[in-house]
């Protein structure tokens, strides 16, 4: 097995907010799995750059339906320290430069079942992980590569008064 290691940049912030995403896709299963490392560097007072929504948009890019592709479940590994929501639904807009993103599937925190929100109380701050199982037959004929580069992250609480967000 092959795991592919990214790298998420805040697409306004840069290097203050960070994450590493191991992803592994079992084309035999149809089945994602995934670890995401909140690596942000806590340089601003009142500032966490907390992970609060994880979404995928596969190929092909924008689907044109709202819900994007549809058939997948999802669970998080038992965390102490997040509580993600698994949600098929249409997961409205990515903020910051990505509003062509239709996502397929995502992890979300809160009850808005939105991307573009979330709780920073139930997100991961820096230096925590947590782990994701995703199925769908809607993998079929993707690969690892196309899988694991499909990722958007929300951070909140960013900035130097903790009132901003940013999307890598």
């Known amino acids: 097995a092959r795991a592919d290691t990214i790298t998420i940049v805040g697409v306004d912030t840069g290097l203050f907010s960070t994450a590493t995403v191991v992803c592994e896709f079992n084309a035999q299963t149809n089945t994602l799995t995934f670890t995401i490392t909140n690596t942000s560097a806590i340089t601003q007072p009142g500032s966490t750059s907390t992970i609060t929504g994880i979404g995928f948009d596969l190929p092909p890019l924008g689907n044109a339906s ?5 058939g997948f479940t999802g669970s998080q590994a038992p965390s102490a320290s997040s509580t993600f ?12 430069g990505f ?11 809160g009850n808005s079942g939105n991307f573009n929100s979330g709780s920073v109380n139930d997100g991961l701050a820096p230096g925590e992980s947590a782990s994701f199982t995703v199925t769908g037959a809607a993998f079929a004929g993707l690969t690892e590569e196309q899988i ?15 009132a901003l967000s940013d999307v890598g």
């Open 66 to 70: 709202p819900s994007g592709l549809n």
């Open 85 to 96: 929501v698994f949600s098929d639904a249409a997961l409205g807009n990515v903020p910051h």
């Open 99 to 109: 509003n062509t993103a239709v996502l397929d599937f995502g992890f979300l925190t």
């Open 148 to 162: 694991c580069n499909a990722i958007f992250v929300r951070f909140q609480s960013v900035g130097p008064t903790g």
